[in-house]
């Protein structure tokens, strides 16, 4: 996209909006761009923008959404929109066709970049996940301790052991991250639906999809139960050291601790990498010391329980 709607709020709480060419919005002041990359929508479709910096290798700066409607003109199909779709497709028929689904944190995303490039995961994170895997349902809660190593644990949580699933001789089908955020993306009915998640191999914790997957906008500090919190990235700081979603302008998600292995992980070189990318991870929220911005932390640091789509050049 050329163009961009930057909608603010007035102090008689009415909307201005004020129309951007990407060549006027790039010349802006960079505490300009960091103060209104947030607020940008498509003007054809009022969907949800992103402002993404010139590039050091000569790619030039633009705008750009993942939130287009179908029949919107600035929506142009391109391959990765045709995988994120098939993989929406896919999982809804899951949701069509299944009665429960196991999300298997330990998938691969696929790699569409040069086919004999080495891959740069970090090997700590080709460990298969462990039936201590922790989720949240709605009754019968059992309370669960913090593990000894847990970055995340501030309030302790109350969780469900569904005995059954132990039990039970049908087949549940799984999925990665990456199909789930695509389909969450691409609007599935995944985020309200009834279906049993399992986040655990041995079927043993379980949640309602409805409750366990949670776009940042909803957010909720006062819940101190942890989710898969999703959407898209609208920028980050300086350092890199926080993701700031586009969803939300009160959330940040700290990964100073975590950085190296993560822009590793998903070979992401400078910021403008995640610019508009989508990123889905299992943490919990909670406030700030100072209660004036919502923190999104990934549970336990565990680099298999977070996964970012990088939009594609």
């Known amino acids: 996209m050329l163009d961009a709607i930057c909608e603010l709020e007035t102090e008689d709480h009415l909307t201005a909006r004020t129309t951007y060419s ?10 300009d761009i960091e103060r209104l990359r947030q607020w940008l929508i498509c003007p054809a479709c009022g969907g949800k923008a992103y402002f993404r910096k010139a590039s050091k290798d000569g790619k030039a700066a633009c705008f750009g959404s993942r939130y287009h409607q179908a029949d919107c003109i600035e ?38 970049s040069t086919a004999n490039k080495a891959p740069t995961v970090p090997s700590a994170s080709k460990t298969a996940p462990t039936s201590k895997s922790s989720s949240i349902s709605e009754s019968s809660p059992v309370p669960v301790t913090s593990s000894a190593d847990g970055q995340v644990q501030e309030l302790k949580t109350d969780y469900q052991v569904n005995t059954a699933a132990r039990t039970t001789e049908k087949r549940v089908p799984s999925q990665g991250l990456e199909k789930l955020l695509h389909s969450l993306l691409r609007g599935t009915d995944l985020a309200k639906s009834d279906l049993w998640v399992y986040t655990d191999t ?32 609208s920028h980050t700081d300086p350092t890199m050291s926080w993701l700031n979603p586009a969803d939300s302008k009160d959330i940040g998600i700290p990964i100073d601790g975590i950085k190296q292995p993560l822009l590793a992980q998903f070979e992401i070189e400078d910021k403008r990498d995640l610019e508009g990318a989508g990123l889905i991870l299992f943490g919990k929220c909670f406030w700030n010391k100072e209660k004036t911005r919502k923190i999104i932390q990934l549970w336990n640091n565990d680099l298999q329980r977070i996964f970012i789509s990088k939009l594609e050049d």
């Open 22 to 31: 990407v060549f006027k919005f790039q010349q802006l002041s960079d505490d």
């Open 202 to 233: 041995d079927r043993k914790y379980r949640w309602r999809a409805k409750n366990l997957f949670v776009n940042f906008a909803d957010a909720d500090p006062l819940d101190n139960k942890p989710h898969m919190y999703w959407g898209t990235i």
């Open 75 to 112: 929506f142009k199909p391109s391959a990765q929109k045709s995988r994120e779709e098939q993989d929406a497709i896919e999982v809804h028929q899951q949701l069509v066709d299944a009665d429960a689904l196991m999300i298997d944190f330990s998938r691969k995303p696929r790699r569409h």
